[in-house]
């Protein structure tokens, strides 16, 4: 071997052992997985990092409730789908007569998806003509993202607790499809409703993210109401606080 030779052959050498170890480290330290990644992987990990932030207080409600909906607007809905192995997970699922049943299912162990959530989750499943039932929270945010079927949508700014009633203003009060999303907060359109309008059975994907105001300890289970209010001036409602059985028989 000449003396050039031998230089270009260990030149050769040393350049694929330092390319070698140099992808050794890109591997260890995940650099190549963010641009493979999939994008709804990607989407789920930015969900997840949003609620931590409103969990921390660095988002206030609104702007998590904004800044979310911006989110939710450019979900893959089909590759959530795929993601949660939605086939498997309705396959001889039954329904209920009233109101909503509550699907609970895990995201598989993949590189990106967060282990540590800040949200609790479930995915309802709606028979047509029932709902989500009206109700309101305390000390929570949650986001609804719809997943398959239509729906009437509303929701409403809960201005006042009363003894037996809350003031309530009405927000917002449209048809949503699949890929559409709204959000509740202790400070915006914190009671909602939604009530299946699909001959198929329809699916929202629900997370919730409760201790996100150190002001408000009450309990963040659901207050139930009967948007069916009095009408007060300017637009507001004055609606009876009502039970689940009472929610259920009437708007389940
Ligand atoms: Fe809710």
Redesign the pocket.
């Known amino acids: 071997m000449s003396q050039l030779s031998r230089r270009a052959f260990a030149q050769r050498t040393l350049g694929s052992i330092l390319s070698y170890s140099l992808l050794q480290t890109l591997v260890q330290h995940d650099l190549f997985a963010d641009e493979t990644r999939p994008a709804v992987v990607k989407w789920l990990a930015r969900v997840n990092q949003l609620g931590w932030d409103l969990k921390e207080q660095k988002l206030s409600q609104a702007d998590w409730q904004k800044t979310i909906e911006e989110l939710y607007a450019k979900a893959d809905v089909d590759g959530f789908l795929a993601l949660i192995d939605f086939d498997k997970l309705t396959k001889n699922l039954e329904l209920v007569d009233t109101g909503a049943r509550s699907l609970q299912f895990k995201f598989p162990k993949i590189d990106g998806i967060p282990e540590n959530v800040a949200w609790g989750k479930q995915i309802f499943a709606l028979k047509q003509g029932r709902s989500?039932v009206p109700?309101?929270?305390n000390n929570?945010a949650?986001a609804?993202l719809i997943l398959k079927g239509e729906f009437h949508g509303r929701h409403y700014d809960r201005l006042e607790d009363q003894t037996e009633h809350f003031i309530l203003k009405p927000t917002i009060d449209r048809k949503f499809t699949v890929g559409e999303c709204s959000t509740?907060s202790d400070v915006k359109d914190n009671v909602?409703w939604f009530k299946s309008l699909s001959t198929e059975t329809a699916f929202i994907f629900?997370i919730?993210v409760t201790g996100i105001n150190s002001e408000n300890k009450d309990p963040t289970g659901?207050l139930y109401v009967d948007p069916a209010g009095e009408k007060l001036e300017g637009g507001k409602l004055r609606c009876r606080r009502i039970d689940y059985d009472e929610a259920n028989k009437l708007y389940g």
Do not use: K, L, P, Q
């Open positions: 989500v109700h309101g929270h929570m949650t609804f509740v909602h629900n919730h659901r």
